[in-house]
């Protein structure tokens, strides 16, 4: 090899090579995989917290439904008791929008009360329970109204916490236009028991 070949061979060598280009299609299709699956997760645990969220708002409902029930009992056994006609005015006030309000859940409900949640059911006797033991109690030693008025300024604000959070998270356009009014009403009729004055005791 002369001179001129070997130098030629030389150059050759420490020229740089050309370096293939690596595809992009492997991996925009990567990209594409990974942005599809995030998608998916995405859509799957937005469906299980609005089906979480829609089951919870049927439970309350029915739990609503109970109490509202078992306060209108409680209404009716001890309205005839009580000394004060404002007081008396009040409850007849709290009976038509517990009535009202139950026939709008009645609509709306999946299951007949005998086949809510058997949990709510037993909590719910539990409440009623305790809250006819207390107006018993009271009725006994004479101060039924002040206890009346104590305990329903309490129950009055349990059912204006429930509706918030029905109404919160329920779809069901007709279950927030039954409770919408209802929560209205109850702001007033819980005003008016807190502000409750038994002269009398």
Request: charged share 25%; net charge neutral.
């Amino acid at each position: 090899m002369d001179k001129k070949s070997y130098l030629d061979h030389i150059a050759a060598d420490s020229r740089p090579q050309p370096v293939a280009k690596a595809s992009l299609f492997p991996g925009k299709v990567i990209k594409f995989v990974i942005g599809g699956l995030t998608a998916f997760i995405l859509i799957i645990i937005l469906g299980f917290f609005l089906k979480t969220s829609s089951q919870k708002a049927e439970q309350l409902s029915e739990q609503l439904f109970l109490r509202n029930t078992n306060l209108l009992s409680a209404i009716e056994k001890y309205q005839p008791y009580l000394k004060s006609s404002e007081l008396r005015a009040m409850s007849t006030s709290l009976a038509t929008v517990l009535e009202s309000t139950n026939a709008g859940l009645s609509a709306e409900l999946k299951n007949p009360p005998k086949k809510f949640n058997k949990s709510t059911i037993k909590s719910e006797e539990l409440v009623l329970e305790e809250l006819t033991s207390s107006l018993e109690n009271a009725r006994l030693n004479g101060l039924l109204d002040r206890t009346f008025a104590r305990e329903f300024a309490l129950q009055t604000a349990f059912l204006r916490s429930f509706e918030s959070e029905i109404i919160e998270r329920t779809k069901n356009a007709n279950l927030q236009d039954t409770l919408e009014p209802s929560h209205a009403s109850l702001t007033h009729i819980n005003s008016d028991f807190t502000n409750f004055s038994d002269h009398a005791n």
